[in-house]
T-cell receptor, first 111, second 113 residues
Framework: QQKVQQSPESLSVPEGGMASLNCTSSDRNFQYFWWYRQHSGEGPKALMSIFSDGDKKEGRFTAHLNKASLHVSLHIRDSQPSDSALYFCAASEHSNNRIFFGDGTQLVVKP | EAAVTQSPRNKVAVTGGKVTLSCNQTNNHNNMYWYRQDTGHGLRLIHYSYGAGSTEKGDIPDGYKASRPSQENFSLILELATPSQTSVYFC????????????FGHGTKLSVL
């Protein structure tokens, strides 16, 4: 079973709309969660992290973590065409250096 | 920002040939990783390393070897390349000093004919 699962596989939102991406892990030992964004032809780049339960806001991006349900989400408000990219959720334990990635959500923001 | 440099950016190889993909990081991170990314798939871990001299198998190590001769350098070696290894390969570095954040290179596009 894949340790990090993302949904939906693809998402289309209008410019200015809200995009919501979801991630569920199967390992209660995970303590570090990151969101990465990959534009076409580039390597993934870290977008933001969340390590504690609750919300974390950075500009138009808000991450939410619920460790009890092993659920992480990323919300992008006022979506822009430049936000169109492949988004990955990643999780890792504190004592184990393995980092597990989900399969990604392809986001398209239509002008 | 932390830098991870991969070479070459593009490579065309023949079936049965040997291919070496190189990765250099200037972040002084202990951990380095090799992933491949195929259309319709996410990032799949091939090999990783905790430091100079160490290599560990990831989820899809068959057909690949790795070498970590120094803190800065991590190579991925395909001794006998096959067409199924045609893919985009990414190197990354990161450790507890970056809160497990990974810094990725630009990728190497490998075509095995």
């Amino acid at each position: 079973q894949q340790k990090v699962q993302q949904s939906p596989e693809s998402l289309s939102v209008p410019e200015g709309g809200m995009a919501s991406l979801n991630c569920t892990s199967s390992d209660r030992n995970f303590q570090y969660f990151w969101w990465y964004r990959q534009h076409s032809g580039e390597g993934p780049k870290a977008l933001m992290s969340i390590f504690s339960d609750g919300d974390k806001k950075e500009g138009r991006f808000t991450a939410h973590l619920n460790k009890a349900s092993l659920h992480v989400s990323l919300h992008i408000r006022d979506s822009q065409p430049s936000d169109s990219a492949l988004y990955f959720c990643a999780a890792s334990e504190h004592s184990n250096n393995r980092i597990f990635f989900g399969d990604g959500t392809q986001l398209v923001v239509k002008p | 920002e932390a830098a991870v440099t991969q070479s070459p950016r593009n490579k065309v190889a023949v079936t049965g040939g040997k291919v070496t993909l190189s990765c250099n990081q200037t972040n002084n991170h202990n951990n380095m990783y090799w992933y491949r990314q195929d259309t319709g798939h996410g990032l799949r871990l091939i090999h990783y390393s905790y430091g100079a001299g160490s290599t560990e198998k990831g989820d899809i190590p068959d057909g690949y070897k790795a070498s970590r001769p120094s803190q800065e350098n991590f190579s991925l070696i395909l001794e006998l390349a096959t067409p199924s290894q045609t893919s985009v390969y990414f190197c990354a570095s990161g450790d507890w000093t970056s809160n497990e954040r990974l810094f990725f290179g630009h990728g190497t596009k490998l075509s095995v004919l």
